[in-house]
């Protein structure tokens, strides 16, 4: 690690009118807290304070940030407003909700509904720790990202993309709601073309197109992500990085050993959503939501004996892989 | 007043989408407006967003908070508009102007007017049925109009833009008198070639906006195949009751003197870097003027 993360509030600080409780978790824009206001109601509270732009140190409020790096800090300051501002018109219950915005500590804060429960990550790793042929009912999926697209439907129609989703990102609350949640990533670009900054994005969730810095990105940059979200939550494990897919494509192969398990129409449409060409994909929400929505009979297709040999011999190799890759990033890590 | 309103915008086959929409209201009036920027030219989408932007302009300084001479109110908007383009082709010094097609329409004490250039298109639709729409500035229709055949005639080939040497030529329609249920609809000509007007006015006849505007616009997309033009629709509904939450826009949420509008500034885009201390407090002030509207619907 080359550089000290800029240090958390402490507990107890009280910034516009809350009390931080405790650091929640720490990203590339800021650091979100749990902090209650005046009348005790939790919070989750958003500060801006990018990690490669300004520093803090352990015990202060104000954040230095280098003269050289002011200009790239404000700009990062007007994509933070420009979550807030797309967030701020946004109620819907699987959408995480805004309730506040100030500037304290010559930064700004964001302040969002406290969520508990557990993100579809945790339920992932929980469900494939048992073992069962199945991760997750495709009644589940099925049902849970009904709801999630419908948050998103509404985020695509407020003319911003997400642009990480991710199991992580996916919250499921105690009260069983499904909420999109970190928008950090996201910038109103479907009414601008170009020079925008390009997000950081998560290998396996994210679309070739998120790779390729010339490339326009739309709905369907989305809604790759949510079919590799639907593969993970049938499969257990996230789906090949997109390199690796145009490198040599096994999507198909790594989908036909769920079939039999889940209906083939569920499979077919997490191959729709992660088509390596976005105009292939489906190209809104509305024309995602209306196939998984489709309650037709379900047909399963059961793999021939030649497809299982197959199946078998490429778990051989692809385990062989993986133990190489886990060596050498055991390797890096450290660096 | 209160509508129900739903805007896509899809790019189809096209390298770019440069179609523009959007919508602005005060208290007691709304504005809509559609831009189609032309192929052919440089700068389309510019075009399209300026005409935008001015026109959003034009509301906010007239709409006080209605714009009581509506007709006159949209020409005027409409020539800003054409010389806004104009000038900002003779600024960079481009050697052909950006061009655009329009079609707006303001809605206020029960009345809609509209006005339109070129061949983007508005529709209104009551009970089902379609009551009327703009008859494009196209030799096609033109042709058509007077009784003649049209089976050679390219239907792109429009005789008015804005943006163009020539003197835009318009159209001001209404005022046509609102019912509640009554559905207004504007589109770039990506919807209209593919998509048959019968079939227009049954969708929205038959189904809530927050459905019938995507079902329309898949049609266009699937029809129009790889090299889909880009499609744009912006629809609303007149005084709809209160089902459908997400597309509904009641101005009485909004303050006396306020101004609401989804069409963004920002081109010509001075600099990102200039967020000074004032553009910050301002910034903060309307996201939690947004916080507090988007709260107030939803009580």
């Given amino acids: ?335 | 007043m209160k509508f129900s309103v739903y805007q896509i915008s899809r790019q189809g086959g096209r390298e770019r989408n440069e179609d523009r929409m959007g919508y602005a209201y005060t208290r007691e009036s709304g504005l809509f407006v559609l831009a189609d920027g032309m192929g052919g030219h440089p700068e389309g989408a510019m075009a399209a967003q300026l005409a935008l932007q001015t026109f959003s302009a034009y509301f906010q300084k007239a709409a006080s908070p209605t714009v009581r001479e509506v007709p006159d109110f949209l020409s005027s908007a409409l020539m800003a508009a054409h010389h806004q383009i104009i000038r900002y082709a003779a600024e960079k010094g481009m050697l052909d102007t950006p061009r655009t097609t329009l079609v707006a329409a303001v809605m206020e004490r029960n009345h809609v007017h509209w006005i339109h250039c070129g061949d983007s298109r508005l529709y209104l639709v009551r009970e089902g049925e379609l009551l009327t729409r703009t008859r494009d500035h196209s030799y096609i229709e033109q042709q058509a109009h007077l009784g003649r055949s049209t089976e050679h005639i390219n239907r792109n080939i429009l005789f008015t833009c804005l943006g163009s040497p020539a003197k835009p030529v318009y159209d001001v329609s209404g005022p046509v008198q609102l019912q509640q249920g009554d559905r207004v609809l504007l589109c770039s000509d990506g919807l209209w070639s593919t998509v048959k007007d019968f079939e227009i006015a049954d969708q929205l006849a038959r189904h809530p906006l927050e459905h019938a505007v995507p079902e329309l616009v898949e049609m266009a997309l699937k029809r129009g195949g790889p090299r889909c033009d880009n499609v744009t629709v912006l629809a609303m509904e007149w005084e709809t009751p209160d089902e459908f939450q997400t597309t509904r826009v009641s101005t009485e949420d909004i303050e006396e003197g306020v101004f609401a509008s989804t069409i963004q500034s920002g081109v010509p885009d001075p600099s990102v870097e200039d967020l000074d201390d004032e553009a910050i407090e301002r910034s903060i002030a309307e996201i939690n003027e947004a916080i507090r509207r988007t709260a107030e619907k939803n009580a």
């Fill in chain 1, 1 to 335: 690690m080359s550089k000290v993360k800029p240090a958390p509030l402490p507990p107890d600080t009280v910034i516009g009118g809350y009390r931080i409780v405790k650091k929640l978790a720490a990203g590339g824009f800021g650091v979100v807290y749990l902090a209650v206001d005046t009348e005790g109601q939790q919070v989750a509270i958003k500060e801006y304070l990018p990690s490669s732009l300004a520093s803090r140190g352990p015990g202060e409020l104000l954040p230095q940030v280098q003269p050289e790096k002011l200009s790239l800090y404000r700009l990062g300051l007007k994509s933070f407003f420009e979550e807030g501002r797309a967030l701020a018109q946004i109620s819907h219950q699987s959408v995480v909700s805004v309730l506040n915005f100030f500037r304290e500590n010559e930064t700004v804060y964001m302040v969002m509904n406290y969520l508990e429960g557990a993100s579809l990550q945790e339920f992932i790793i929980t469900a494939r720790e048992l073992k069962k042929q199945k991760v997750f009912r495709e009644s589940t999926i099925r049902s849970l990202y009904d709801e999630v697209l419908r948050g998103l439907r509404i985020v695509h129609q407020h003319k911003m993309l997400h642009l990480d989703i991710k199991p992580a990102n996916i919250f499921i609350t105690d009260d069983n709601r499904a909420v999109l949640i970190d928008f950090g990533a996201a910038r109103e670009v479907l009414s601008k073309e170009g020079n925008f900054i390009r997000p950081m994005y998560t290998p396996g969730f994210a679309a070739p197109e998120m790779y390729r810095r010339d490339s326009s990105m739309g709905p369907w940059t989305d809604i790759y992500a949510i079919g590799a979200c639907i593969y993970a939550s049938m499969q257990g494990y996230p789906p090949n990085d997109a390199p690796q897919r145009l490198e040599k494509d096994r999507l198909s192969l790594a989908l036909s050993r769920l079939r039999g398990v889940y209906s083939d129409n569920l499979i077919e449409v997490v191959e729709w959503c992660m088509s390596l060409d976005p105009l292939s994909r489906p190209q809104s929400v509305f024309a995602l939501q209306k196939e998984l929505s489709r309650e037709t009979e379900r047909s399963y297709t059961k793999l021939t004996v030649a497809e299982k040999m197959r199946l078998q011999f490429d778990n051989i190799v692809s385990d062989n892989k993986r133990s190489a890759r886990k060596t050498t990033a055991a390797g890096t890590r450290f660096k």
